[in-house]
């Protein structure tokens, strides 16, 4: 059995480990990094000779250290890739696992470098450098006496790997961050250059200037393609050989530009001498020695034109972004042209839409596809109360109200589709007033970016016009209250005085009493919305089981349901807690909800209920097996007057769903529909609960 470490061995490991991670963090260059690694981790463990190996996605080299005896070795390239294709720290890295040899003599998985060599009795560990589960590399520690190392050696190495992994990623990171920024500024730099001219020979010649600077190369060219005699010619040249080059032909398919011309595929070739595609007889023509070639297509409106070539970059410059670089300056030269030709059109077309953007009535706001905002016009600021460059980088939900229009059920996926909307909502101010206003959104898509633009209109005079008008109608349905309640008094004192055996008068008295109090309820909906609508209702709070009052809205439509052969399926829990709620008003509710799903559920269909605890709130649905609520209604349906099929069977004024949701609202919840078109509607709503149980 292994012993444990005594206390002062483990608080020794732990301040090595601490001193090394503090060591490590401190080094963000790579190259630098993984000789310090390496010190750093011979000395810890007492080794002889070491190495350490980084590996690319593809698993092949891209950096490494080897020392002997603590002398680092130069360029030993060539000795790490074979440890790594037949040694302890290939399988080490390919297992993912650390390996310790007390005695490589006896132990298969030591490279054998020779029949002699190869029977010295060693000792060694390796360990992998794993960070979220790929392997960066691979520690490998050498000592010439066998059983040098021990189980204690391996947990260090292994402590100090996992350590070395992280600060070999962020540097990796680095390099890369470093590498694509560079890349930009040198795009960017070029975009620059050619932004100074309108002369496409000049503009061809400066993007040539540009590419041989920053590929460090020395001679570049552009060739194009002449469709006629399908032959590529050398339309302009830089560096060495220039003035020799520009004329020069060659057909199509012809050395490694052909070849690029053809396919469309850019390439990158260290060695021409060993490359069959290169074609020497240019170098004889011109005078030059072609090493390396870099080549990628130059395209324009999805035709490749032509190509833009490299000579013989410097020594060390060639890297994983060399290829995207060079292919980003050919794209740059197919825009050459096109720029010129564009420009004049172009430059009127930005001005006539930066008038309207920033001089229109509306505010309008452009965000990306997740609807973080990427521009403001005047007017969006202004009615915000934000200064622009403030809104870039705010999401739309911070400044929407989530409660209100379609964003409270995360329509951006539907917006980012292409789907356009047009709705009321609130925004918030940054001095925290509302809004109201309204809003279109649709997904525009430009040639370099697909955006989403949200044209926003005040909607106060609006609001006020409708409250007006609301409180006017409200007032005339509040006045027909007294005569309308005599007419039902007199219909129902006609009733008490009609001779039973007069079946004439009964039936037309019958139809007089059900058309009044048909029109009494309306009035009494209408009403009582309006006022759950002004805040103007007293609820009458009681703490109550909606288990119980689930049953009785279902009881009560049970009815209904028979006469359409439709069933209840409960999945109610047995025990819930108590909400504090207008009994009344919420049995209303469940009501209105079931009505609607017994109508819309065909013959024979099923009504589901359910109740769940949902944070602090209880959340009730109701499932219909109907035909589901296309997505673009699905905001628009708990506003009065709102009825999808005005030609349906069953009519109704439209004002069911928007009583619920001022209903729900009152309590200090919310209702939702969850719906997709041809399977059914699920509407829910949430009160908040007491936090008692249920006795």
């Known amino acids: 059995m292994t012993s444990l470490p005594s206390p002062a061995v483990e608080t020794s ?45 593809d698993g092949a080299v891209y950096e490494g250290a080897l020392t002997v005896n603590g002398v680092l070795v130069p360029d030993a390239s060539a000795q790490l890739s074979r440890q790594l294709e037949r040694g302890l720290a290939g399988w080490s890295l390919r297992r993912q696992s650390p390996a310790l040899v007390v005695n490589t003599a006896a132990d298969s998985r030591w490279q054998r470098s020779g029949t002699t060599r190869g029977l010295e009795a060693k000792s060694a560990l390796a360990a992998p450098l794993l960070y979220a589960g790929r392997s960066l590399g691979v520690l490998t520690l050498v000592h010439s006496v066998p059983e040098h190392f021990g189980r204690s050696d391996e947990e260090l190495a292994t402590a100090i790997a996992e350590q070395a992994a992280i600060a070999v990623e962020n540097a990796r990171l680095l390099r890369e961050s470093r590498e694509q920024t560079q890349t930009v500024r040198n795009l960017l730099e070029t975009a620059q250059v050619l932004s100074s001219t309108l002369d496409p020979n000049k503009l061809l010649r400066l993007l040539l200037n540009q590419a041989q600077k920053h590929l460090r190369l020395e001679a570049a060219s552009i060739a194009l393609i002449d469709h006629e005699k399908v032959e590529l010619f050398f339309h302009v040249a830089t560096g060495l050989a220039a003035a020799k080059v520009v004329g020069t032909r060659i057909k199509l398919g012809q050395g490694i530009a052909g070849w690029v011309a053809q396919t469309g595929q850019g390439v990158v070739v260290t060695d021409t001498q060993a490359d069959p595609r290169f074609y020497s007889l240019i170098d004889e023509q011109v005078g030059i020695k072609t090493r390396a070639i870099l080549c990628a297509p130059i395209q324009f409106e999805g035709r490749i034109i032509g190509v833009l070539e490299g000579i013989n970059p410097a020594p060390g410059t060639l890297d994983r972004n060399t290829l995207p670089l060079l292919t980003n300056i050919a794209n740059l030269a197919g825009n050459a042209i096109a720029r010129v030709q564009q420009y004049t059109s172009a430059q009127a077309a930005k001005t006539r839409y930066s008038g309207l953007f920033e ?56 917006l980012a589709a292409g789907a356009e909307l047009a709705f009321d909502t609130r925004f918030t101010t940054h001095d925290s007033r509302i809004v109201p206003v309204e809003v279109r959104a649709k997904r525009i898509a430009m040639p370099d970016q697909v955006f989403i633009q949200w044209i926003v209109r005040d909607n106060t005079d609006k609001m006020r016009a409708d409250e007006k008008r609301s409180e006017q109608v409200s007032m005339i349905f509040h ?14 004192v006609l009733d008490g005085a009609t001779p039973p055996d007069d079946k004439a008068a009964r039936s037309v008295l019958n139809i007089a009493q059900r058309a009044g109090q048909q029109l009494s309820q309306l009035v ?75 109508k819309y559920s065909p013959r024979q269909g099923v009504v589901r209920l359910a109740a769940r605890l949902e944070e602090v709130s209880i959340v009730v649905s109701v499932t219909d097996s109907g035909p589901g609520i296309p997505y673009a209604d699905q905001d628009r349906i708990f506003e009065k007057f709102t009825r999808l099929n005005p030609d349906e069977v069953s009519r109704g004024m439209g004002l069911g769903l928007a009583f619920c949701r001022w209903a729900v609202m009152a309590h200090g919840g919310r209702i939702w529909v969850d719906s997709q078109p041809g399977h059914g509607a699920t509407f829910s709503f949430s009160v908040p609960m007491t936090g008692q149980n249920p006795k």
Do not use: C, W
């Open 13 to 57: 490991r732990l301040q090595l480990l601490y001193h090394i991670s503090r060591e490590l963090g401190g080094h963000l260059e790579l190259n630098e990094l993984v000789e310090r690694i390496l010190r750093l981790t011979t000395e810890s463990v007492g080794a002889e000779n070491s190495s350490l190996i980084l590996v690319n996605e």
């Open 359 to 414: 001089e229109g009535f509306d505010a309008v706001l452009i965000t990306d596809l997740k609807g973080f905002i990427l521009e403001a016009n005047r007017k969006a600021g202004e009615m915000l109360g934000y200064a622009r460059m403030d809104l870039v980088g705010m999401s739309i939900n911070a400044i929407h109200r989530p409660a209100t229009g379609p964003l409270r059920v995360n329509r951006l996926p539907d």
């Open 479 to 492: 006045d027909m209250r007294t005569p309308l309640n005599n007419l039902l008094s007199s219909l129902t």
């Open 524 to 598: 009494e909906s209408l009403l009582t919305l309006r006022r759950l609508e002004a805040g103007e209702v007293a609820l009458n709070k009681e703490e109550v089981s909606l288990v119980n009052l689930i049953v009785e809205a279902a009881e009560l439509v049970r009815p209904a349901a028979a006469s359409r052969l439709v069933t209840f399926e409960s999945r109610l829990p047995q025990q819930l807690p108590v909400a504090r709620v207008d009994a009344g008003l919420l049995r209303r509710v469940l009501v209105n909800l079931l009505e609607n799903a017994v």
